[in-house]
């Protein structure tokens, strides 16, 4: 290996090392927050649907 290539092959390989590393929590991360909302009992999903206010009525022109 020359020494001029050391520079990008250390960069690409650092960025590689990130990405198998975010690879790796992302579904960790998922998984955990998954079962915190089962726990907790609530849910994206689950929010309760605010009834609109009434509009008033537009009379005939």
Known sequence: MFSHESIPLISLDIIMLLCVLAAFIHPLHAFWSWVQRR???SSVGKRECQPKPPQ??????
């Open 39 to 41: 726990k907790n009992g």
């Open 56 to 61: 008033a009525e537009r009379l005939p022109a």
